[in-house]
């Protein structure tokens, strides 16, 4: 029989690098999001879990809504915007840091047609002084009708928890939909592969990083201590392949290091991670190469 709680789902929309995931992750308490300084991280619709004995958020980070220039980036935007009649509030998230820009206004005109509740949140308040966040909040208040307004650090965790208690007052009493311990609806392979892309988003720079793509072709229990780890990183060209394996292979094996301490982390035991680099060019813009990586939507 299904608990009682005050249970919902909320989508989180912004422009690129505004700390979706950053929030997600401190809501939830665990990574389950990846984070990086470099834009449009997020690619898939990351549900995370947040519950108590009488509260269960759903939350959805979405990828950064951007200009598409590629059939991935069709996918991103398109999976970004769906997600918002699906759901029973919203909640916007703009960079105190930058002035209000093209992307903001794209994402406001969408909004404008969405009936559910839209919760404002100004992100990255440690940056700025107190004297500016008026001028930020009315900028967005002329545009739209917010249900509230809430600022707040995602990294430091200033005004989460209250946001958090904000956004369970509106929600509807429901079922609980996930198991209490659960923190995301992922498969362990997902959650493995990205933690790996991670890390070529952190090491790599310039024209890498948005041209990786990673496939965990296998999680397997070796023995009662250690688990195998085999998955793939595609990238579009041959120079790509060159900078993640590195001199001696020594990128790779850096890569390997740092994503295995994340992946032993989610699964609770001791990781062996094999990994290896694929060419195949031109991936983001194949359908065929899409739907095999797991972007499966059907009009990108």
């Known amino acids: 029989m299904q608990t009682k709680k005050h249970s919902g789902f909320i989508a989180i929309i912004g422009r690129p690098n505004v700390g ?3 929030f997600l992750n401190q809501v939830i308490g665990e990574k389950v999001a990846i984070m990086s300084d470099k834009a449009q991280t997020t690619r898939n619709k ?10 269960q958020i759903v939350f959805i980070d979405t990828p950064g809504i951007h200009k598409p220039h590629s059939r991935l980036g069709d996918f991103m935007v398109e999976s970004a915007l769906s997600t ?3 759901v029973d509030a919203v909640i916007f998230m703009v960079n105190a840091t930058e002035k209000k820009g093209r992307g903001d206004e794209f994402i406001i ?13 100004i992100n990255k308040i440690d940056k700025i002084h107190p004297d500016a966040l008026l001028g930020i909040v009315e900028s967005y208040r ?9 600022p707040i650090s995602a990294l430091q965790g200033i005004n989460c928890p209250e946001l958090v208690g904000a956004i369970s007052n509106l929600l509807p009493e429901g079922p609980q939909f996930y198991p209490d311990d659960q923190v995301t609806d992922h498969p362990e392979r997902f959650i493995a592969g990205e933690l790996i892309r991670e890390q070529v988003l952190d090491l790599t720079h310039e024209e890498v990083p948005h041209s990786v793509a990673v496939i965990v072709e296998r999680i397997r229990r070796e023995n009662e201590e250690k688990v195998l780890v085999q998955a793939t990183i595609i990238v579009e060209r041959s120079s790509q392949k060159g900078i993640l394996i590195g001199k001696g292979g020594k990128m790779l094996k850096t890569i390997g ?4 301490k994340g992946i032993e982390k989610m699964l609770g035991d001791k990781v062996y991670l094999e990994l290896w680099v ?4 031109n991936w983001k813009d194949k359908k065929a190469d899409l739907q ?3 972007y499966k939507q059907d009009d990108y």
């Open 109 to 121: 005109k969408r909004l404008k047609q969405v009936k559910q509740p839209i919760f404002l949140v």
């Open 20 to 22: 979706k995931s950053t």
């Open 142 to 150: 002329n545009e739209l009708d917010f249900a509230e307004v809430y």
């Open 46 to 55: 990351i549900q995370g879990i947040y519950t108590t004995t009488d509260t």
């Open 292 to 294: 095999a990586l797991g």
């Open 278 to 281: 694929k060419v195949q060019p």
């Open 257 to 260: 290091t740092r994503a295995r």
């Open 84 to 86: 918002l009649n699906e």
